[in-house]
């Protein structure tokens, strides 16, 4: 049985990761310095800063293989405001230079670091029909935010610590999405967001919804299982690039809006408004992950985002009987 921690544990990613990780016979250690909010099912939950070294102590005594998902991050509305942008570079750099010098420190050789799409340059994403992004585009840098800039700057990091004897497998994820994660506050991704807008415009009996922009900017998303299946794969193996993780068949936002809203069974308009947009266009190009293991992801975007629609149904569903429970009283 393999002492595993995984960091970022009451996170979207992080808490599936702990559930498929314990049932597999693994004892997990899930840290996060915040609550679990939709339950987490592993041996062991410490809420714990991890900014801070002292508790990196406690959080990786003892353990066998790393998993470091932790991050300060959110969609375009958390990440591309001006007033977080000191705050993501700070809490994510002490939070990622903290974890690799405690694994480091314990002996802990085998580590997964989790990175992402965001790293990719801004001139390679300026178009809505973009080439799928190879792993070799990242360099000349020119991330589109500080979330980016460090992520960049800690893949950097973690080829340095392979210097200690260390197997560090990076991956870059591609827009992870699928029931149990953020879906209203402000930290929420496309898919969840859109979700949320379709259920309450049907509910509230509207005819439109909002989306930022035109709507024609374009993302790959790829469904939590695919992404876990595809983690197991690259943290096993013998790989020492960076590697994607995601789909490769993007589409535009208003296009993800009409997928949300026929699996809704809603016909809403769109109102297209100011917001964050990002790059332009986004893609992975999955040509080294299928080469290297022989596997591309398996769920649609149909099923998965029925799936993702059902859950957050569900608890606005909970939302509303807690507030008319309250109101008849």
């Known amino acids: 049985m393999t002492r595993i921690i995984v960091t970022g544990?009451?996170?979207?990613?992080?808490?599936h990761l702990c559930k498929r990780l314990k049932e597999q016979g693994h004892f997990v250690r899930g840290v996060d310095w915040k609550e679990p909010k939709y339950g987490l099912e592993c041996d062991e939950f410490l809420k714990l800063d991890l900014r801070y070294r002292n508790n990196c102590i406690k959080a990786f005594e003892g353990i066998d293989e790393a998993w470091l998902l932790a991050a300060d991050m959110g969609g375009m509305g958390f990440i591309q405001n001006k007033d977080n942008q000191a705050k993501i570079m700070y809490n994510n750099t002490m939070i990622d230079?903290?974890?690799l010098e405690e694994c480091k420190l314990n002996g802990i050789k085998k580590v997964l670091y989790s990175s992402s799409a965001c790293i990719y340059p801004n001139y390679k994403q300026t178009k809505t029909d973009i080439a799928g992004l190879k792993e070799s585009d990242a360099y000349p840098a020119d991330p589109q935010d500080t979330y980016g800039w460090e992520k960049i700057m800690m893949e950097q990091l973690c080829q340095s610590y392979r210097n200690y004897g260390m197997d560090i497998k990076i991956v870059r994820f591609h827009n992870i999405y699928g029931p149990e994660g953020t879906y209203k506050g402000g930290r929420e991704k496309s898919p969840a967001a859109i979700c949320r807008k379709v259920i309450i415009a049907k509910r509230d009996c509207k005819t439109t919804i909002e989306i930022w922009g035109d709507g024609n900017q374009t993302r790959s998303f790829c469904y939590i299982d695919d992404c876990l299946k595809a983690l197991e794969?690259?943290?096993?193996?013998?790989?020492?690039?960076?590697?994607n993780i995601g789909r490769d068949d993007m589409l535009s936002i208003n296009e993800l809006a009409k997928i949300i809203m026929e699996?809704?069974?809603a016909k809403l308009g769109i109102?297209?408004?100011?917001g964050p947009l990002g790059v332009?266009?986004?893609?992975?190009?999955?040509?080294?992950?299928?080469?290297?293991?022989?596997?591309?992801?398996e769920w649609s975007m149909k099923d998965g985002l029925t799936i993702t629609y059902n859950w957050i149904k569900s608890k606005i569903d909970e939302t509303d009987e807690k507030l008319n429970?309250?109101?008849m009283k």
Do not use: L, Q
Not at 233 to 243: G, H, K, N, R
Not at 271 to 274: A, L, M, Q, W
Not at 280 to 297: A, L, V, Y
């Open 9 to 15: 544990a009451a996170g979207f990613i992080g808490h």
């Open 97 to 99: 230079f903290n974890s």
């Open 233 to 243: 794969m690259v943290m096993y193996s013998d790989i020492s690039e960076p590697i």
């Open 263 to 265: 699996i809704g069974n």
């Open 271 to 274: 109102v297209h408004i100011d």
């Open 280 to 297: 332009r266009g986004r893609n992975s190009d999955n040509t080294m992950f299928k080469k290297k293991f022989n596997w591309e992801p």
């Open 325 to 327: 429970k309250e109101v």
